[in-house]
């Protein structure tokens, strides 16, 4: 078991930048891939970023790609999500997830932990 709890969300300009923390509890967070996930109200929920255990590889959605990084700090049990030149569309609810297969994966389905979640508003 592990759980996950999200900070960092608030509102903010277009043009902004906020940093997203998820800190892990329970079990060290290097036994994980973590994922960034976010839901817009009356949306699915959808694939932000993720991030093999190591670090060492990333993945991203085309709709972020260039604008967010996902990191991750093992010592520190917590992984980030920088994001920079916010749209209005960025705002959602964001999530960080969490699964111990071995591949990065963009499928919801194939995370087994999830954090309740931080809003970010983005305001035009």
């Known amino acids: 078991q592990v759980q996950l709890v999200e900070s960092g969300g608030g509102l903010v300009q277009a043009g902004g930048s906020l940093r997203l923390s998820c800190a892990a509890s329970g079990r060290t967070l290097s036994a994980f891939v973590m994922g960034w996930f976010r839901q817009a109200p009356g949306k699915e929920r959808e694939f932000v970023a993720a991030?093999?255990?190591?670090?060492?590889?990333?993945s991203y959605s085309d709709s972020v790609k260039g604008r967010f990084t996902i990191s991750r700090d093992n010592a520190k049990n917590t992984v980030y999500l920088q994001m920079n030149s916010l749209k209005p569309e960025d705002t959602a609810n964001y999530y960080c997830a969490a699964h111990t297969k071995l591949i990065i994966t963009s499928r919801t389905s194939a995370y087994d932990y999830w954090g309740q979640g931080t809003q970010v508003t983005v305001s035009s």
């Open positions: 991030i093999s255990r190591s670090g060492s590889t990333t």
